[in-house]
């Protein structure tokens, strides 16, 4: 059954909202709807008649993420100056997200992708797809024009570069803060940008 249109009432996004920061924190496994109606102080029938399932909450969940964070990417297209700031802007966006002490959505939902319904599966699928294809496009530009130097083809790059980013959280988490994901992004874009001079 889908999800009640939530337009008309800012409850909606309540709701979206604590339910994202509790995924983002504990995984989708990790709250219960009672969690979210207990912080809003309403009743779980109020979460149910936005959202009748927990997939139909999962599934607008990612379709909210996905939304700003491509989004952010034509914000980056729009704003940023050259290839290597623009991928340094990339990373930059999951700083952010670590920064505010949460992961990224759609990591945490990735590490629990077993045991979730298949549309959300798909969402997820899409959201890593976009995000490949994106990295691949800025890295292939980046190489005609001389800017990047990386072993490889641009796809994998771009696979291995999400990854970095989504296991870099992941350490940050529980080992090092801030400094660890820092320190990991950093040799990742050493590893992408042409050294001055070759």
């Not at 909606?12 to 989708?28: C, N, T, Y």
């Not at 990047?148 to 090092?176: C, K, S």
């Amino acid at each position: 059954m889908a999800a009640r249109p939530h337009s008309a009432n800012g409850m909606a996004e309540q709701i979206l909202d604590a339910a994202e920061k509790r995924v983002q924190v504990l995984g989708f496994n990790g709250f219960s709807y009672a969690d979210v109606a207990g912080e809003l102080g309403v009743t779980t029938a109020t979460i149910h008649y936005y959202f009748p399932g927990k997939t139909d909450l999962g599934v607008r969940l990612i379709e909210r993420y996905s939304e700003r964070f491509f989004a952010a990417l034509a914000e980056i297209e729009s704003n940023a100056g050259d290839l290597c700031e623009r991928l340094r802007a990339y990373t930059e966006i999951y700083e952010r997200v670590l920064a505010s002490e949460r992961l990224c959505l759609c990591g945490m939902l990735a590490s629990e992708y077993e045991t979730l319904a298949e549309p959300m599966r798909e969402l997820l699928s899409d959201f890593f797809r976009r995000n490949e294809e994106w990295l691949s496009s800025l890295l292939d530009q980046g190489r005609a024009a001389g800017g990047f130097d990386f072993e490889g083809d641009t796809n994998g790059t771009a696979i291995a570069i999400v990854g970095a980013l989504e296991g870099a959280m992941l350490v940050a988490r529980a080992h090092g803060g801030m400094k660890s994901f820092r320190a990991a992004t950093s040799l990742m874009l050493m590893n992408v940008f042409r050294p001055p001079g070759k």
